[in-house]
């Protein structure tokens, strides 16, 4: 099973894998940790990623990007239209509302959402998960904003479903930094000692998101989260802002008129950013062709920047007071502030921090890759296959939710409820009771504001309910959850009936002595019991076992019982689950996601194969290339000349036909031409390699047939060391060794008359194999060791006088060598 965690910015991507040795970010097919976020379509096929920012300057307007943003809306949204001035493509909509791209892929007009970039995105992220993996990645945790609604989450599952993926969470940008910070901690608090606050600033591309934490040994939980739209790329427009400006007083260009020349400005802007959060001096950005061929020059220091990111900076202030104040945490119970995100490196935001919080940043973390691997170790904590230390994650709910309901009756108004609070821990269920005869609808809506146009999350219908049998409502319990990708829902609905049955029960019947004694007893028992209360039967449990005098005494009574069935009624509750429709903002129904998938594995396949076909037509190009300088260099003296110039006409046609009328042929078709090709050019390369390699096998086969003969002939010569040698055997090799001399002189006097131009008659590998087959056979005869002779054993030892010993010693004990008497071994016997 996969364990991937994926880092879904909107201008760059990260992938973090856990493996057993720990946490891992991945590197992509250009050998770089970041993926951008961009796809662009040519004629034949997708570019995603590095490849497609690359070729962004040559085909920008089928270049896209930024489209994170705009998951789950419409085109009337005031947010995309802000979005969509900044990008230099067009971008229409559907007859419903819909945001759509619209592209020319494989000769054909298509209109792609943001989903489905979204999904192609994912789709190529898998692919270098899996390559880099050698498995099938599907189980995978997304990051995504802590200020995404509910419909870009629905939004953002649809496109993970659309590439393939599992997502088993979509966990928040501020979470996944928190876990990968407090996971690897081992001095955090027992659980019953005051918590330790951390809090985490994430200044991104698009905005700037600010968490404030506690964490203690074990468990980590969320206490308050807000953001702001200041990020990264409202710097960089700040500064292009100022030097269109700038370039349009000196140089009379109008920047913004030009697309491409604002991508290039933007993109220079980017570099001059970087170079300035280490630099307080006047650094200088040029540009070469800027626009009309001409270039450009401009200066800037860190104080011009910051007064130009002044409002921005303001901004980022505001909310970091704002998670300050809703923590109801005090700067001195604020442990560190840890920072990630490209931006962060800026010092203005650094020197905000100080100010706010009282704490110098802390970089702990690794700015960039922090958000990914957090997602990879909350993907190995839901995976079975690993087993990772337990740490409990307690997520917040951004915004309150209420529920809304029609009430029918006269002069009753619609009811609401706010059933999930501002930064109410999720995941979460809250069961709710309504008294209801009939289907009914409830809606899901945030209590105040969001970034998103509208409040409304969807529309839920609890069907199948009917009144009681005597008309009155039905007691329906409808279960509302936020569940771990923070989305909101009604998760169940049910509702309970009650039914009256009859049943048997045994009912003892007593004799008259019985009774007497039972009344008398019974009165006993009211007299003992509390006024107005009930006494209850006492329950006795049998045991096993010699009954005691009082069990006797009662089994003596119970002898005058008698038993007798009687029929009584009884309520019995009965719960029915009740079906649950819903109609929500952001979600695709089941057709057009289906759909959806179809198409993108169907422009999948179609990358796949494309790249295929220009392996196929790099293989032929390569092959051209490649023989063509050895024919008149190292091969030269293999091939006739004549046939030299032919096979060189030959590659130049297949060279001309690769770029005229076979650059967009299909992928057999190159197959071919290379097989083609390589009937005459593998044939002289096999010659010139069979030349290089051939005088060595000759020789090892020489020396081996001399060295075997060498050993017959002093086998037969009486030599002592091969005496044990068998005759048959011996004479056996004997006739392997003519057989092969003969085969061997045989081709060694065709070669010796063979021209470099022609067929070998014999290849080097035969010679070694004939080698080989002869060597296995002889060795095990000719190598055979000699028996081995026992030697003659040791004379017996010669025993002299012995000294007698002052103190004899018994007859069935000896003397060991420390002096102790220990009894004699069996089988031992003394020697006078």
């Known amino acids: 099973m996969s364990v991937v965690g994926i880092d879904f910015g909107n201008d760059t991507c990260y992938i973090s894998v856990a493996r057993q040795g720990g946490i891992e970010s991945i590197a992509n097919d250009y050998s770089l940790r970041e993926t951008p976020s961009y796809v662009a379509f040519g004629e034949k096929s997708r570019t995603i990623g590095v490849a497609a920012k690359s070729g962004q300057m040559t085909q920008i307007k089928r270049t896209f990007f930024g489209f994170k943003k705009l998951l789950g809306r419409k085109i009337t949204d005031p947010q995309v239209q802000a979005e969509l001035s900044r990008y230099p493509y067009d971008c229409g909509n559907t007859e419903k509302g819909d945001i759509a791209y619209n592209i020319n892929y494989c000769g054909k007009n298509k209109q792609l959402?943001?989903?489905?970039?979204?999904?192609?995105?994912?789709?190529?992220?898998?692919d270098i998960a899996e390559t880099a993996l050698s498995v099938k990645v599907n189980d995978v945790v997304i990051s995504v904003p802590a200020y995404f609604t509910d419909a870009e989450r629905r939004a953002l599952?649809?496109?993970?479903?659309?590439?393939?993926l599992n997502v088993l969470k979509l966990m928040n940008d501020t979470t996944a930094t928190a876990l990968a910070y407090g996971i690897y901690k081992q001095d955090l608090p027992e659980p019953d000692k005051p918590s330790r606050n951390v809090i985490f600033v994430d200044c991104g591309h698009t905005g700037t998101q600010v968490a404030a934490c506690s964490f203690n040994k074990g468990k980590l939980s969320m206490l308050a989260s807000g953001f702001c739209n200041s990020g990264g790329r409202n710097f960089d427009e700040a500064m292009c802002k100022y030097f269109a400006e700038d370039f349009l007083q000196r140089f009379k260009m109008k920047v913004y008129e030009n697309k491409k020349a604002t991508m290039k400005l933007l993109t220079e802007c980017v570099k001059l950013k970087k170079l300035m959060a280490a630099n307080t001096n006047k650094l200088p950005i040029n540009i070469e062709s800027f626009i009309d061929d001409k270039d450009v020059s401009g200066k800037m220091d860190r104080a011009m920047f910051e007064e130009l990111i002044a409002e921005h900076l303001t901004d980022i202030e505001k909310v970091m007071r704002e998670v300050l104040a809703c923590s109801k945490l005090k700067p001195e119970e604020i442990y560190s502030v840890e920072i990630v995100g490209g931006s962060t490196r800026i010092p203005a935001i650094k020197a905000l921090i100080e100010a706010v919080f009282g704490k110098v940043a802390s970089t702990t973390l690794n700015a960039d890759e922090a958000v990914s691997r957090g997602c990879a170790l909350q993907c190995a904590i839901l995976s079975p296959v690993f087993k990772v230390r337990e740490f409990s994650v307690t997520d917040i709910q951004p915004y309150p939710i209420k529920l809304v309901w029609e009430n029918t009756g006269e002069g009753q108004a619609t009811g609401e409820m706010e059933v999930f609070p501002q930064f109410h821990p999720v995941p979460f269920s809250k069961m709710l009771t309504f008294y209801k005869n009939y289907t009914f609808q409830v809606s899901g809506e945030y209590v105040n504001d969001v970034p998103y146009p509208d409040r409304h999350i969807g529309l839920f219908e609890i069907g199948d309910v009917k009144p009681t049998e005597e008309g009155t409502s039905q007691k329906v319990k409808v279960k509302v959850r936020i569940n771990p990708n923070g989305i909101f829902g009604v998760s169940s609905a049910s509702l309970v009936e009650k039914h009256e049955v009859e049943e048997e029960v045994p009912e003892e019947m007593e004799t008259d002595e019985k009774k007497e004694d039972g009344e008398a007893k019974e009165g006993d028992k009211k007299e003992g019991a509390p006024e107005g209360g009930e006494a209850k039967p006492e329950e006795k449990m049998e045991t096993e076992g010699e009954a005691k005098p009082e069990e006797k005494a009662e089994e003596k009574k119970a002898e005058k019982k008698e038993v007798k069935m009687v029929k009584k009624k009884k309520i019995v509750n009965k719960t029915i689950d009740l079906p649950v429709s819903q109609r929500v903002n952001g979600q695709l129904s089941n057709e057009r996601l289906q759909a959806a998938i179809t198409e993108e594995n169907s422009m999948n396949n179609q990358d796949k194969a494309e790249a295929d076909r220009?392996?196929?037509?790099?293989?032929?190009?390569?092959?051209?290339?490649?023989?063509?300088?050895?024919?008149c260099e190292e091969l030269e003296e293999f091939m006739l000349e004549e046939d030299r110039n032919k096979f060189s006409l030959e590659l130049e046609d297949a060279e001309n036909w690769l770029y005229e009328d076979g650059e967009f042929v299909?992928?057999?078709?190159?197959?071919?031409?290379?097989?083609?090709?390589?009937?005459?050019?593998?044939?002289?390369?096999?010659?010139?390699?069979?030349?290089?390699?051939r005088p060595e096998a000759i020789n090892q086969f020489g020396q081996c047939l001399q060295l075997a003969q060498k050993v017959v002939d002093a086998y037969k010569a009486g030599d002592e060391k091969y005496n044990h040698l068998d005759s048959a055997e011996v004479e056996k090799v004997q006739k392997a060794i003519l057989e092969k001399q003969d085969w061997f002189s045989k081709m060694c006097a065709e070669i010796q008359k063979l021209e470099k131009t022609s067929e070998p008659p014999v290849l080097a590998a035969q010679f070694t194999q004939e080698k080989d087959q002869f060597w296995q056979m002889g060795s095990k005869i000719l190598n055979k060791p000699k028996p081995k002779v026992e030697p003659p054993p040791p004379p017996p030892a010669e025993t002299g006088a012995k000294e007698e010993s002052t103190e004899p010693a018994s007859s069935d004990s000896k003397t060991s060598e420390t002096g102790e008497s220990k009894p004699a071994e069996p089988g031992e016997m003394d020697v006078d």
Do not use: C, H, W
């Open 113 to 126: 959402s943001p989903e489905q970039l979204t999904a192609a995105l994912f789709t190529k992220l898998k």
């Open 157 to 164: 599952m649809d496109s993970a479903r659309m590439a393939g």
């Open 614 to 631: 220009l392996v196929a037509k790099n293989n032929v190009e390569e092959y051209i290339y490649d023989i063509r300088g050895k024919l």
């Open 666 to 693: 299909e992928k057999q078709d190159y197959q071919k031409k290379l097989s083609e090709l390589q009937v005459k050019g593998e044939a002289v390369k096999r010659r010139r390699m069979e030349f290089d390699l």
